[in-house]
């Protein structure tokens, strides 16, 4: 291909898959499904499964990976460490019932119904039984309950699963020495996390004094978005230098800047600009690539075990999460006999949720070579399924009125 050639396909490549990824996408939020569903059905037709129009190379990668920093980093750019801190050991309960368990009994089916190799059966178990904060909070938002008590707690859970997900995807691709290395510096990187945000808070004045002054000496509120997303990518590449994924070291580094610290003016523009951002571009973008990389050609064979695993998964992470729930709300004085009933059965199905992090998951292992081709389309098709199913048994649940509150 010529030099005037590789920009040109590029940029087709991009407006094509962006273009058909925004419409799919929004055509299923109009119908309450996720949308990320949509953009993964659209790579699906455009890529090898059915048309074979567009393709993957070593630029869409490229593109796809700024694509990914973008998306996790505004994720935890609206998460509050607030949240995390005052709903640990209830949103623990909820991650050992929605995550740890299935995740043990898929692993356990997929080493002795699929044959793609020790590590990418796990990995493949770990892609679909992963809750995903993405389509979590949007079904939490959907369901009334962003700022309940309820709420917080479902989205401290999948906060949790998600980091440890992406810290044993991590694991399986090193040594055990290398990896009880990883675990230390994870521990050293969370106690100091801890510790900055700690101080940073008490000086929150002070931080945004900084920010403030520094866009009117440069005349341009612009160098609060570079400062912010600078910081973003130097994190990010120290997770990556200890060996774990750069979208871990996004998540955090958008996590520690929060409302609070920045102000809410800030916060709000800063929010506003790289939410239209991402759901207008790097978001259909990448998982509209995300499906194109897909061939579900070479996997029919194992679609049969795969349903299986998903089945039984998903099904211990609903029934186990009900119980689980149903012991954190008896006691709730806030919830009247019939709410208690209908509250843990929300919650369950809520964090059944699979999708965007398990997809990111494989991405990740497919570039790294933990997986074959195969085993990552099997995980996309999954994934879009239970995207898909996880809304409509939330709509068939007790109105929303009735899931304000867990104590």
Do not use: C
Request: hydrophobic share 55%; proline share 3%.
């Amino acid at each position: 291909m010529s030099l005037v050639g590789l920009p040109y396909q590029i940029i087709w490549q991009i407006l094509v898959v962006l273009t058909s990824a925004v419409v799919l996408g929004e055509l299923f939020r109009q119908f309450g499904l996720p949308s990320v569903a949509g953009e993964l059905l659209s790579g699906l037709i455009l890529g090898p499964t059915l048309l074979g129009v567009v393709s993957i190379d070593s630029q869409i990668n490229a593109v796809s990976t700024i694509s990914l920093f973008f998306i996790i980093f505004l994720i935890g750019f609206e998460m509050k460490t607030e949240t995390l801190r005052k709903n640990i050991p209830r949103a623990s309960i909820l991650t050992f019932s929605s995550f740890i368990l299935p995740l043990a009994v898929g692993t356990l089916i997929a080493f002795r119904f699929l044959d793609f190799g020790p590590i990418s059966d796990f990995i493949v178990a770990l892609g679909v039984t992963v809750p995903s904060i993405s389509i979590i909070s949007v079904i939490v938002m959907q369901s009334g309950l962003l700022e309940s008590p309820t709420g917080q707690v479902i989205l401290a859970s999948v906060v949790i699963t998600d980091v440890i997900a992406f810290v044993l995807l991590a694991a399986v691709s090193q040594s055990a020495s290398n990896t009880f290395r990883l675990i230390v510096y994870l521990v050293m990187f969370i106690v100091a996390f801890a510790a900055l945000d700690f101080v940073l808070n008490k000086k929150r004045e002070s931080f945004q004094r900084m920010l403030s002054s520094s866009s009117k000496y440069l005349k341009s509120e612009d160098i609060s978005y570079a400062f912010l997303i600078a910081l973003g990518l130097l994190v990010s590449l120290i997770f990556q230098e200890i060996g774990i994924s750069y979208i871990l070291g996004a998540f955090f580094a958008g996590l520690i800047l929060h409302e609070e610290l920045i102000g809410r003016e800030a916060f709000q523009r800063i929010s506003r600009t790289l939410g239209r951002l991402n759901r207008g571009f790097f978001i259909p973008l990448f998982f509209g690539f995300a499906g194109v990389e897909a061939n579900l050609e070479s996997g029919f064979s194992s679609l049969l075990p795969l349903a299986f695993l998903v089945i039984v998964s998903v099904g211990i992470s609903i029934s186990l999460t009900y119980f689980a729930a149903r012991e954190l709300t008896k006691n709730s004085p806030q919830l009247a006999a019939e709410q208690v009933r209908n509250v843990p059965r929300q919650i369950s199905v809520i964090l059944a949720g699979r999708g965007a992090v398990g997809i990111i998951i494989v991405s990740i292992a497919l570039s790294y070579g933990l997986i074959s081709g195969t085993a990552y389309s099997l995980v996309i098709f999954a994934t879009a399924v239970v995207s898909i199913t996880a809304p409509i048994l939330v709509a068939r649940q007790e109105p929303k009125a009735e899931l304000e509150n867990i104590s």
